[in-house]
């Protein structure tokens, strides 16, 4: 018996004869030992009618284990899990299937998947008699308000006899994996304070400054627009020159999440750490969706996964393939031991230009300042900070004097709304009013 596989005799040997007894119900058990006892004392009371009784008792259990283990009929098992990724909240539902592969109908089935507590019951389903070549289908539902990868399966299969003397469990091989991401929020389309002309265009020329004794001409090729003939650099080369294409140089974003666990100081569906992160998780899907080239990197300076060779997610046609690897990389993301940003710091004073986002914990006046530091070759800078009271007001003004679009995140805030403020520029990132919405941390 195999899950999505070739089917295997399922008569095979689990545990031997010894684990076929183990398979006797409380029902066999109570045949056996009443039968032997019922021997037992005709035999002291020389009563052969009850010996007969008592032989008969003891003998039916056993005669359904061996009937039970010797059964050759062959069965396949099959799962279809749709979808593989949801997000947090939301139901997957998972499809069974049985086939009977022998030629003879199976008995009555009992199947069992198993599933981590955390999606909810152990489902269970009870197969009537499925004849030879003939299949059967059930499904159920799993949902998990905890993101993270979770296992489903092995299947498991328990053979029962007709009188329920006995009962005998088989295992699949295979299982299945269900990815929860973070909850991510749809956010405006708005243009960012400090950003390159031309938002979610994801371009801008690189020649449009250049004058015309600038241009960087190149030789003629065929098929090329004669229109776009350098006649200067023809006559200078004495070949026929044409101007280069102007590049379109990609916008690219940084987003910062700020796994430190002195950073927070709970956790839970509702927590401060779960915001940052379904936060992390909107800014990458809406700018991926805008044409941006997204890095997303830990305080550690650990560059969570994407598709390209400097860490940075492919927009465009591969947006959605893209935010799926970054979605990954935050449904198992935890928190780390340190207590710094100091990777993060060093990795974007290497090279950080483009905008950069921050979704940050608790920030002591020195972190603070190391933040601030990390705007220098950013074009534009916004930070959401975790509202613990004075801290984070004084973290946010020593963020806004290094040039930042800084906000406080209190409980409750919505990150659309704090979207839209740092689209005002850092002035008004500060003003009250925020648009509440359920599902703030605890």
């Known amino acids: 018996m195999a899950a999505g596989g070739p089917a295997v005799p399922d008569g095979a040997a689990v545990g031997g004869v010894r684990g076929a007894l183990g398979g006797l119900t409380t029902r066999g058990r109570s045949f056996l030992a009443a039968g032997l006892a019922a021997a037992a004392c005709a035999y002291v009371l020389g009563q052969p009618d ?62 069992q998947d198993q599933v981590p507590y955390v999606l909810g019951p152990r489902p ?14 059930v499904s159920y539902r799993v949902r998990s308000d905890l993101r993270g990868r979770y296992p489903l399966g092995p299947l498991q299969l328990r053979l029962s006899d007709p009188f329920g003397m006995c009962e005998l469990t088989r295992s699949f091989s295979s299982y299945d994996l269900l990815t929860v991401i973070p909850r991510s929020e749809p956010l405006p389309p708005v243009r960012l304070a400090g950003e390159a002309p031309g938002y979610g265009d994801g371009r801008h020329s690189s020649l449009a400054q250049v004058g015309e004794d600038d241009v960087l001409p190149r030789e003629y090729r ?27 140089r990609q916008a690219r974003c940084t987003v910062l999440l700020d796994t430190r666990a002195v950073a927070y100081d709970a956790d839970g569906p509702d927590s401060a750490f779960e915001w940052a992160v379904s936060g992390a998780a ?11 080239a997204v890095r997303l990197l830990t305080d550690a300076g ?41 990777g993060a710091h060093d990795l974007l004073r290497a090279g950080g230009e483009g905008l950069l986002l921050a979704f940050l914990g608790e920030l002591d006046e020195a972190q603070a300042q190391l933040v601030g530091r990390m705007r220098r070759r950013s074009q534009a800078a916004v930070a ?17 004097e290094s040039g930042w ?20 520029g850092a002035a008004a990132a500060g003003d009250s009013g925020t648009t509440a919405f359920s599902g703030g941390w605890s």
């Open 50 to 111: 009850l010996l007969r009784v008592g032989l008969l008792l003891a003998a039916l259990p056993l005669v359904c284990v061996t009937v039970l283990y010797r059964t050759r009929y062959r069965v396949t098992g099959s799962r279809r899990l749709s979808p593989q990724r949801v997000p947090a909240g939301t139901e997957a539902r998972v499809r069974l299937r049985m086939d009977n592969v022998s030629r003879l109908p199976t008995g009555l089935l009992m199947l």
């Open 124 to 137: 269970r389903f009870v197969l009537d008699r499925v004849e030879p070549g003939g299949k059967r289908e």
């Open 222 to 248: 065929h098929g090329d627009d004669l229109r776009r003939v350098h006649w200067r650099s023809t006559a200078r080369y004495g070949e026929l020159m044409v101007r280069r294409e102007e590049q379109p």
């Open 282 to 292: 909107s800014a990458v899907t809406h700018l991926l969706e805008r044409g941006y």
């Open 302 to 342: 650990d560059t969570l996964p994407g598709d390209g060779s400097d860490g940075y997610a492919a927009p465009g046609h591969d947006a959605a393939e893209s935010a799926g690897l970054m979605m990954d990389a935050l449904a198992v993301i935890d928190h780390s031991g340190g207590a710094g940003l100091d």
């Open 384 to 400: 959401f900070v975790r509202d613990d009271g004075a801290g984070s007001r004084e973290a946010v003004r020593l963020l806004r």
């Open 405 to 424: 679009s800084a906000s406080a995140v209190r409980p409750g805030d919505s990150l659309a709304a704090l979207w839209r403020h740092a689209g005002r």
